[in-house]
């Protein structure tokens, strides 16, 4: 007799779904970020499965008995999360990339500063450039959609059911060769700018010889670059809009590949 009325079928099917929100909510953008102390993110994790857990759930005879069938299991959902983390991560990798060859055009290459983000060494433009990615990512209410793109992937794909194939894979490359393309077109109104001002004063300099360029350049780049920067924020903001609406489809898509 139980005289707790201890289940351990539903113990096991809360589990699942506490394995499953951990490692996908550890894996994605600003949930997982180092400036996130460890027990606040293992706190949000627990909170997120006790409210999805009479939701969302999956079935307590999914949870392995052999030890070795619980480390794969634990295996397949750290690459779920990683996945799902990295089809975000590619994005503001990509608008990273383009603020640090902006930065490198204006002669900010010996500028840099700590992210707090993830505690390497970025550039001043590249770290400008994602911070107000990231205000408008969380004003577009990304971050909620990284959320729904975690309920679905109970209905998606099921513990231990993710398969690594071929479409899969050949997905996510696809996905990291975006984020050169996003970066070239970041940065190509302010590269397009600061050639026109390299070619106004290569003519200067042909036509005053006696003029001290080098000096007058710097400044001249810093301030059109910033400029152009000024007036992409605008552009960027409607680009990220349309990423966030496509967020659901990319998702959906690549889990469906997984299963």
Excluded at 21 to 45: H, R, W
Excluded at 173 to 194: G, N, Q, R, T
Aim: proline share 6%.
């Amino acid at each position: 007799m139980d005289i707790f009325g201890f289940d351990m079928s539903s113990f096991a099917s809360f589990l699942l779904t506490f394995m499953r929100i951990s490692f996908v909510v550890f894996m994605m953008p600003f949930y997982s970020g180092e400036y996130i102390p460890v027990p606040v993110k293992a706190a949000l994790c627990l909170v997120l499965t006790m409210a999805l857990w009479p939701h969302l759930t999956f079935p307590g005879e999914l949870l392995p008995g052999h030890p070795i069938g619980i480390m794969n299991l634990m295996l397949g959902e750290a690459v779920l999360g990683l996945m799902l983390g990295l089809c975000v991560h590619f994005i503001f990798a990509g608008i990273q990339t383009g603020g640090e060859i902006m930065g490198f055009q204006m002669g900010f290459t010996m500028v840099t500063l700590a992210d707090p983000m993830s505690g390497t060494q970025v550039s001043i433009t590249s770290h400008l450039m994602y911070m107000v990615t990231f205000l408008v990512f969380l004003a577009w209410d990304g971050h909620l959609h990284l959320l729904r793109a975690l309920a679905d992937s109970f209905v998606l794909i099921p513990p231990g059911g993710l398969r690594i194939s071929g479409p899969l894979t050949g997905g996510i490359l696809e996905l990291s060769a975006s984020m050169f393309f996003l970066a070239v077109k970041i940065a190509a109104p302010v590269i397009a700018a600061l050639f026109m001002v390299e070619l106004t004063l290569a003519l200067m300099g042909r036509a005053a010889p006696q003029m001290n360029l080098l000096t007058m350049g710097f400044p001249i780049k810093i301030a059109v670059g910033f400029f152009f920067i000024g007036i992409l924020f605008s552009t960027l903001s409607l680009r990220m809009e349309d990423i966030i609406i496509d967020l659901k489809p990319m998702f959906d898509s690549i889990m469906r590949v997984a299963r």
